[in-house]
């Protein structure tokens, strides 16, 4: 058995948001030679999940929040990685500003659902493109602790030049997912951990895994293992890859493996 894992967008898909026919016939090839498939992403399970169910039955599983959990197709998790609620509340508080005068977004992953101090654009898309409910912390009673990630989100002009303070690039995982994106995870947590799980799970050969990436959090998984970098890829990330292939748009997964990669 060999392991493949594929991040989602800028690699699976491109803004269409859609498994192309010839993509989907590709990940069946593998399934049905009983290879395990992963989809690695930022997003939620629900979010993953919607892609694996295009999928023929076979061993599918669902690296989640960038990390934060790895779960089986059945919705069976086999661990989770979770930081401190009470972050989110002392975000807001010093990051406000950046809410109501740049229209910057700011939320959290409970798991399959979000959860939000004020309502923007940002929580509406998550709903929209996940399928996910988001709940309003300020109106609900709170029974947990603990959360996968904090997402902020701000237009790229500020973006790129944004920090959070020192203190919190100590404690936490930090990760731009893209260019709008800043992502707050614990210091454990990144897709490579989701695919070392993965492997000892699987009892498989580190040789035998193939990781699919294009952006900064899909680095060190395509470093660690056999990575394949989109051509659309960052350039550090096709520094650390094994094999380039085509762009997304191009369907670089399905050239990939049918001409690249000895199966």
């Not at 059945?74 to 406000?96: A, M, P, Q, V």
């Not at 680095?219 to 990330?237: P, Q």
């Not at 096709?238 to 380039?244: D, N, P, Q, T």
Request: hydrophobic fraction near 40%; charge should be positive.
């Amino acid at each position: 058995m060999k392991l493949f894992v594929f991040d989602v967008d800028g690699t699976l898909v491109t803004r269409t948001q859609r498994l192309r026919r010839m993509t989907i016939e590709s990940l069946n090839k593998l399934l049905d030679k009983g290879h395990a498939i992963a989809i690695a992403s930022g997003r939620p399970f629900s979010g993953i999940k919607k892609y694996l169910d295009l999928l023929h039955d076979g061993n599918k599983f669902a690296i989640c929040a960038n990390g934060a959990s790895l779960v089986k197709y059945d919705g069976t998790i086999l661990y989770e990685l979770t930081i401190e609620l009470n972050l989110l509340f002392k975000l807001h508080e010093k990051y406000l500003n950046y809410i109501k005068n740049y229209g910057a977004g700011l939320y959290c992953y409970i798991k399959d659902e979000i959860g939000y101090l004020e309502y923007t654009k940002w929580i509406r898309n998550e709903v929209v493109a996940n399928k996910i409910k988001a709940y309003n912390l300020n109106k609900i009673d709170i029974n947990f602790n603990n959360i996968y990630k904090i997402m902020f989100a701000i237009n790229c002009e500020i973006s790129s030049n944004f920090k959070f303070d020192q203190e919190i690039y100590e404690k936490y995982h930090v990760v731009r997912s893209s260019p709008l994106f800043l992502e707050i995870v614990n210091k454990d947590c990144d897709k490579v951990y989701g695919v070392r799980k993965l492997v000892d799970y699987l009892g498989i050969n580190k040789i035998d895994v193939y990781t699919f990436g294009d952006s900064g959090n899909d680095l060190l998984m395509i470093k660690e293992f056999n990575g394949v970098a989109m051509d659309n890829a960052l350039e550090k990330v096709k520094e650390v890859s094994k094999i380039i292939t085509k762009s997304c748009s191009e369907d670089g997964v399905s050239f990939a493996l049918n001409h690249l990669i000895n199966l």
